[in-house]
């Protein structure tokens, strides 16, 4: 099975810093890689599909970029209703799927 | 409007059976692939099992093949997941997720159902 790891675990930056979290695939999944976002309480939320897909609705300040087996997921300009948990999510000759273990994202 | 609605979840003893419930409205429930996905208290997400659309593919994680069954009533707009022999580590909130066929994303997660295994 293909197994994800996430870049940091955790991370807290400030108002308006740019946020970078990496994904990373045991074996190469082209560009089937997926991010969500969870807050405490509350369903994970898709934001990004097809590893750089900005799902309709999702601001624009969320970018992701990679493909075969590194990923990134950028927020440009932190605002304060990002703080979350980001996961990510491969779904390349499924299933089983795989989440990686998600990254905090707390602001200062 | 998309709501996938979960119901069912309950504190149960150890080697107990619990069924899930899942109630989807606002798209065609027939046509698409479901998955259940839990979250143990404090974890991560972890990928449960898959029915496609005519309940003809059915994959299960590792960890609860051959003790939960998913299954799915397209008359009834209804996805059910049948769990025997609980443990401890099955203990999670269990949600149910619309899946898309092309990308294998999840786009659509209900609120969520807890299910407790303790004695």
């Known amino acids: 099975d293909i197994q994800m790891t996430q870049s940091p675990s955790s991370l807290s930056a400030s108002v308006g810093d740019r946020v970078t979290i990496a994904c990373r695939a045991s074996?190469?999944?082209?560009?089937?890689l997926n991010w969500y976002q969870q807050k405490p309480g509350k369903a994970p939320n898709l934001l990004v599909y097809?590893?750089?897909n900005l799902l309709s609705g999702v601001p624009s300040r969320f970018s992701g970029s990679g493909s075969g087996t590194d990923f990134t997921l950028t927020i440009s300009g932190l605002q304060p209703e990002d703080s979350a948990i980001y996961y990510c999510?491969?779904?390349?000759?499924?299933?089983?799927?795989?989440f990686g273990p998600g990254t905090k994202v707390d602001i200062k | 409007e998309v709501q996938l609605v979960e119901s069912g979840g309950s504190l149960v003893q150890p080697g107990g059976s619990l069924r899930l419930s899942c109630a989807a409205s606002?798209?065609?429930?027939?046509?698409?692939?479901m998955n259940w996905v839990r979250q143990a208290p404090g974890k991560g997400l972890e990928w449960v099992s898959y029915?496609?659309?005519?309940?003809?593919?059915?994959y299960y994680a590792d960890s609860v093949k051959g003790r939960f069954t998913i299954s799915r009533d397209n008359d009834k707009n209804s996805l059910y997941l049948q769990m025997y022999s609980l443990r401890a580590e099955d203990t999670a909130t269990y949600y149910c997720?619309?899946?898309?066929?092309?990308?294998?994303?999840?786009?659509?997660w209900g609120q969520g159902t807890p299910v407790t295994v303790s004695s």
């Open positions: 999510q491969q779904s390349y000759n499924t299933p089983p799927f795989t």
């Open positions: 074996h190469f999944i082209s560009n089937f």
């Open positions: 997720a619309r899946d898309s066929v092309v990308w294998g994303f999840f786009d659509y």
């Open positions: 606002g798209f065609t429930f027939s046509s698409d692939s």
């Open positions: 097809g590893a750089s």
């Open positions: 029915i496609s659309s005519n309940s003809r593919s059915i």
